[in-house]
């Protein structure tokens, strides 16, 4: 807390209080930004200073745009957004501030103007998921409407690749609840169980272990590579209860996996161990 400054404010204050408050934050950073620190604000939520806008543009009688916020907001939030940056200073050193902004869209609905121009103006957006959240599925980000125009540690194609299976398991999934397991073909089932096993062993995290809840870019790319591996491998394993246990002998053996530092001893014999569960749902499958 020690190196911490905070700008609040309440619903009940007024409005040219909650207004003001985010641009108040933000020349704070800028302030130890010209200083040569590296600066980090956190804004939640910029929904509520939204709103404040909105009070503001109602009492001068502008023209309102949708859901009665003013016309020119996506000016001012990408105006907002854009004070973030690296600063080369006089001396030829440099100062960062970055922006994380929160936004808290009534009903959840994405589509509404502070989000949709959210979107517009920031670098990258992870959505969260009330329903991952309630399913324990942590970071509860969820994995198709968030997104990022930073550089990726994976290719576009490989990016495209894996969000279109995770689609696919999204909408399989519904069947599945609506229908049954019985209700979808052995075919889509496999595709299901792919696109749950890359959720449950790449995308999700347990910031409570010390390996797993920090992972370096290099552990990633092999990660990603050995699932990959498993997602690439055509398979025709025939009933549910037989294609559910060989993925969760995969997933279990991966999960012990990501526990494991790479110097520790077992880390290549668990390795072995993966591709060697791999092996055996091919053969299980040239059995068929």
């Known amino acids: 807390m020690d190196r911490t400054y905070i700008v609040g404010n309440t619903s009940s204050m007024p409005v040219a209080a909650r207004e003001a408050s985010v641009y108040m934050a933000t020349t704070v950073g800028e302030y130890y930004r010209k200083q040569g620190l590296n600066v980090l604000i956190l804004a939640d ?10 009070e503001t543009s109602g009492r001068k009688e502008e023209i309102p745009g949708p859901e009665a916020f003013p ?12 004070r973030a940056g690296v600063e080369i200073l006089g001396d030829g050193t440099t100062g960062s501030l970055s922006i994380i902004g929160t936004v808290s869209p009534a009903g ?5 103007p502070v989000t949709q121009a959210t979107l517009l103006s920031t670098g ?22 968030s997104n990022s125009k930073y ?23 519904s069947n599945i609840i609506l229908m049954g397991e019985k209700g979808i073909t052995d075919e889509l089932y496999i595709r299901y169980q792919k696109s749950e096993l890359l959720d449950a062993v790449f995308l999700q995290q347990n910031s409570f272990h010390e390996v797993d809840g920090v992972t370096n870019p290099e552990r990633l790319r092999d990660m990603f590579d050995m699932i990959k591996e498993v997602i ?18 995969i997933r ?12 520790e001893d077992g880390f290549e014999n668990q390795r072995t161990k993966l591709l060697n569960l791999v092996k055996q749902m091919e053969h299980a499958s040239e059995d068929i």
Not at 108 to 112: K, Q, R, V, W
């Open 108 to 112: 959840g609905n994405f589509d509404e």
């Open 45 to 54: 939520s910029t929904s509520r200073w939204a709103q404040a806008l909105r």
């Open 252 to 263: 279990q053996a991966f999960l012990d996996w990501n526990y494991m530092r790479p110097d």
């Open 71 to 82: 016309m020119y907001i996506s000016t001012l939030i990408s105006a907002f957004y854009d």
């Open 124 to 145: 990258a957006f992870w959505g969260l998921s009330r329903a991952l959240s309630e399913a324990r599925k942590y970071p509860a980000i969820d994995r198709i409407d």
């Open 232 to 249: 690439d491998t055509s398979l025709e394993i025939k009933g549910k209860e037989e294609i559910r246990w060989h993925f969760n002998l």
């Open 151 to 173: 550089p990726s540690l994976l290719e576009e194609k490989e990016v495209k690749y894996l969000m279109e299976l995770l689609r696919d398991g999204k909408s399989i999934g």
